[in-house]
């Protein structure tokens, strides 16, 4: 559903649908946190992300009333037929080399299952835990980042007067 | 408990629940237009039925049998998603409330709650956020220029406020320490000094607790936060071109949040069902439920008594009274919290 919803949102004309896309990958990201035990942050990811960010996207689209776009009528040939087998080939080995990397490719056509002691990998406390304790510099210099993009959003998108 | 049993009490608990929102939500309706009916020294609906009592049934006629048209220059797909987002959304956020303690008959014992998730605050929070899709997405797949103006400024107000609503429920969870709900409730079991219960709202989250109801009523855009509706009164809102049905089912969404929100308020900050126990085995099941009702209840009415009393915010106002005075507000109930949890 995730590649789906991404494939999606490069193929569609409007904008619109494919902001709606962008929100089925981030649910069904949320998904995924989920079925690998991590609730919190599966409710987080539907909050903040699904929820906030793409709402902002939605907004600007509908402002800006993007329509839908044009599309050139046949694009360069050369490119689909060298384009698409090369993507293809150049996935294939990215996918090979990572599992090769984290020994997938030895556990088998499953792959890692839902893991157990649920408590120490997703839920609240853990994660708490780990942003206040063991990453709180991280922490702290990502929230002075936001800041520092906020500002430089307003002060770009200022009128000049 | 076996998974086919477990899956059988389920779908009844569903049932039952969805069931008794959707009439909830009728006789709501009915409640308001008597109560702001007597606050305008008249009498609400009373023609149909006694005290006006079969009123929802004739307006749920009324919506079967309008006419649903679609008018040719909307955007189908969204037109037509905008409002299943809508209500599906409010419907859902039901499922993790609490209405009592454990309920065992002959072999089940089950919790009146349809589920019982480690996280049932944040699930609710995140419903919400999603729900604001169902206006935006109503306001711009209308295709005119009112819906759209009207549905950016709700979707604008109710993201503004949902951060209030979070920050003010933070609170309660330095208090609580988990964002189970029954274990939320679970924690204001008891009394001090033999008659004061031990609510949240007592405990000190007062201030969470205003602020919590102002957040609940721009949420759910009621008065005196209901410009965007109030642009239906006027000129057009988010929903002007929707008929019938997909009318029907915006007006649904709008009072189950607000039941939604009602209950979260009682769970939170007041308590849920605790209440005096006492009598027979089986009264100790029921009597819970009949003090969560009540507590409901009285929220729904005080969002009624202001509903007939103030009046309505204008945009900027709104958004600012949001943003400068609220946020900060409940910043500073976290900290105070936090500081004089940290202290014991």
């Not at chain 1, 409007?14 to 962008?22: E, K, T």
């Not at chain 1, 329509?67 to 087998?85: F, K």
């Not at chain 2, 009318?247 to 969404?253: D, E, L, R």
């Not at chain 2, 769970?267 to 089986?282: A, E, K, Q, R």
Request: hydrophobic share 55%; net charge neutral; aromatic share 12%.
């Amino acid at each position: 559903m995730c590649v789906g919803g991404a494939v999606n949102l490069l193929v569609q004309k409007h904008p619109i649908s494919s902001a709606l896309s962008l929100i089925v990958v981030m649910a069904s990201l949320a998904l995924l946190y989920l079925l690998l035990g991590a609730e919190f942050v599966a409710a987080i990811q539907i909050i903040v992300y699904a929820g906030a960010v793409m709402v902002l996207f939605v907004f600007t689209i509908m402002l800006l009333n993007a329509g839908a776009e044009e599309r050139t009528p046949h694009g360069s040939r050369v490119a689909t037929m060298l384009g698409v087998p090369a993507l293809i080939i150049g996935l294939g080995i990215s996918a090979w080399v990572v599992a090769h990397m984290t020994g997938l490719d030895k556990l088998g056509i499953g792959g890692p299952t839902i893991m157990n002691g649920t408590e120490s990998f997703g839920a609240p406390q853990p994660v708490g835990h780990l942003l206040f304790r063991d990453f709180l510099l991280p922490f702290e210099v990502t929230s002075v980042l936001i800041l520092i993009a906020i500002m430089g959003a307003v002060v770009l998108a200022r009128r000049e007067d | 408990m076996t998974i086919g049993l477990f899956i059988l009490v389920s779908v009844v608990k569903i049932v039952i629940a969805l069931f008794v929102l959707l009439t909830a939500v009728a006789y709501t309706v009915l409640l308001e237009r008597k109560v702001v009916g007597h606050m305008q020294n008249r009498w609400g609906p009373s023609r149909v039925g006694p005290f006006g009592i079969f009123q929802p049934l004739a307006d749920g006629l009324k919506f079967f049998f309008k006419e649903d048209l679609t008018p040719p220059y909307v955007h189908k797909t969204l037109y037509l998603l905008a409002p299943i987002i809508a209500v599906t959304t409010a419907l859902t956020s039901i499922s993790v409330i609490p209405i009592g303690t454990w309920i065992t008959i002959g072999d089940i014992h089950t919790p009146l709650q349809i589920t019982d998730v480690n996280i049932g605050l944040l699930i609710i929070l995140g419903i919400t956020s999603v729900g604001v899709y169902g206006v935006a997405l109503a306001g711009w797949s209308s295709n005119s220029k009112y819906s759209m103006l009207g549905g950016l400024r709700a979707s604008a107000q109710m993201v503004s406020y949902e951060i209030a609503l979070g920050l003010s429920l933070v609170g309660v969870l330095i208090y609580t320490g988990s964002f189970s709900l029954r274990d939320i409730v679970d924690a204001q079991s008891g009394v001090w000094f033999g008659f004061l219960p031990k609510w949240n709202f007592f405990k000190g989250q007062f201030v969470a607790f205003f602020i919590y109801i102002m957040a609940a009523y721009a949420e759910t855009n009621r008065i005196p936060f209901d410009l965007p509706e109030a642009e239906t009164e006027l000129v057009a809102g988010y929903h002007t071109e929707y008929s019938s049905m997909k009318f029907a089912m915006f007006f649904m969404a709008e009072y189950a949040n607000m039941i939604t929100v009602a209950c979260l308020a009682t769970v939170v900050f007041l308590g849920g069902w605790s209440g005096p126990v006492f009598g027979p085995p089986i009264l100790h099941t029921l009597l819970p439920v009949f003090w969560f009702v009540l507590k409901v209840f009285i929220f729904m009415f005080i969002y009624i008594w202001v509903r007939g009393t103030l009046p309505r915010f204008r945009y900027d106002q709104l958004m600012a009274f949001g943003w400068k005075f609220l946020l900060p507000l409940a910043i500073a109930n976290i900290l105070i919290t936090a500081l004089v949890i940290a202290l014991k």
